[in-house]
């Protein structure tokens, strides 16, 4: 074997071990972008079966869930609404909580993801749509994986705030980091 073909299949090796480190890189950003979408799309199963505890365990123990309507800071806070007698009457009448597929953009720990909600409920004449609603997720990755750190949800009635709620996260796509309203 010559020295030019020794250092050809060195290059050769190098080429594979770069490949190798970018396919690495790429599975790991599917693997978050499936873990994110994974636990924002249990938030509807879980609010409507009522698991206070396990919706409050998405969020971080100091997250924030910003609704129109109520703020809730923290565990305890998110835990409550659950378990609220307002809550509690949609369950037992008959409600959805419908997440649509979020669109996620992950940036080392940190993530954002946007989506829409629909909140269905039982109405005189079958189901129907009480809101829908436009949702900005921040999440971080930490020891115990991925958990929310804010979502913020606007329902679409035409004020501004709500499509500037998706805007604010679809440019979040191109820099995660960035600050939203």
Same mark, same amino acid.
């Given at each position: 074997m010559t020295e030019?073909?020794?250092?050809?299949? $060195?290059?050769d090796q190098l080429? $594979?071990?770069?490949?190798?480190? $970018?396919?690495?890189?790429?599975?790991?950003?599917?693997?978050?972008?499936v873990e994110v979408t994974r636990l924002i799309l249990s938030y509807g199963p879980l609010v409507d079966s009522g698991d206070a505890d396990a919706v409050a365990a998405i969020w971080e123990p100091d997250g924030v869930y910003d609704v129109d309507e109520l703020v809730m800071n923290g565990r305890e806070q998110i835990?409550?609404?659950?378990?609220?007698?307002?809550?509690q009457h949609w369950i037992t009448n008959g409600c959805a909580h419908v997440i649509g597929a979020p669109r996620v953009s992950v940036n080392g720990d940190d993530a954002v993801a946007v989506c829409y909600s629909l909140m269905?409920?039982?109405?005189?004449?079958?189901?129907?749509?009480?809101r829908a609603t436009a949702n900005h997720w921040r999440l971080r990755r930490g020891a115990d994986g991925w958990l929310v750190t804010t979502r913020t949800s606007r329902v679409l009635d035409?004020?501004?705030?709500?499509?500037?709620?998706?805007?604010?996260?679809?440019?979040?796509?191109?820099?995660?980091?960035?600050?939203t309203e």
């Open positions: 030019s073909s020794d250092r050809g299949g $060195q290059a080429s $594979q071990a770069e490949r190798l480190v $970018q396919l690495e890189h790429r599975l790991q950003a599917l693997e978050d972008e835990a409550a609404m659950v378990t609220s007698e307002f809550h269905i409920v039982t109405g005189d004449d079958g189901f129907v749509v009480r035409g004020r501004a705030e709500s499509p500037e709620l998706l805007a604010s996260g679809m440019a979040s796509v191109a820099d995660p980091t960035a600050e």
